[in-house]
């Protein structure tokens, strides 16, 4: 297993919480307060966020690059710097591919105050090889049984790798901050039977007119999307701590994008 740097996966078991849109805000957020920060798409392309950069690396050029950040890593105009490329046609992994990329990512991101990842939802490899090289992972799940129980399966998997003490639950959507420790606590009550154990909280997102915009299972965000931060637990992200910061105005994920999720 690579071992684990500074570095923040967010995952779920599916898709449409809006993990993409929190990834571009706290990398903007992080990068206007000083941090050297790499937002890495392991989604590659597909989940937008190659409209960051103006010049993009193909898939094949990430594996190939020998790990020479300026051949694949793109800075952007939110102060970031950004691994994507151009969305392949198709896209599948072969076990040396896993080995290539995980070459690559541990000799571009010690260099960086902070890397976050950006995966793909539900068990996929690339998920749980995001989750092995941080040392903090949120977990995001939704009200509904579907979304908890992916989350569930996602936390199982991350228990037989050994790294679910790196794990932080968070609840999206929550009606108030009752409902959120509701959700906890029926959580919980389902890890310590099947699991042996309760994983941490990482805090929750309340729904509101405010900052939800359109559907409510598109987890698409509107201008007041800097109150994704006031009850997500950020301790350990130097600057987060700074209520200034905190309370700043932030880039919104454009374009109904969680649709293509």
Known sequence: MVTPVKGLALISGSGG???TTIAVNLAHLLAKGGQKVLLTDLNFGWSGLNRYASTLPSFEDILESDGEAEKIVANTDEGFDLL???PPDFLEFENDDFKKLAWVLSRITPAYDLVIYDPPSGGHPLSLLAAGMC???MLFARPDGMSFGSSYCLLRSLHMEGINSRVR???NFCETEDHAVSLKTRFDLATE???GFKVESGGFILRSDELFDGDF???ELSFASQSL???LDLSGIKSLQDETDINSVLNTFPDRINLRR
């Open 17 to 19: 919480l809006g993990r």
């Open 193 to 195: 039977r099947f699991l």
């Open 169 to 171: 639950a968070i609840f």
């Open 217 to 219: 299972l598109t987890g």
């Open 229 to 231: 931060l006031n009850h």
């Open 84 to 86: 994507t490329c151009i």
């Open 135 to 137: 040392d903090r992972v």
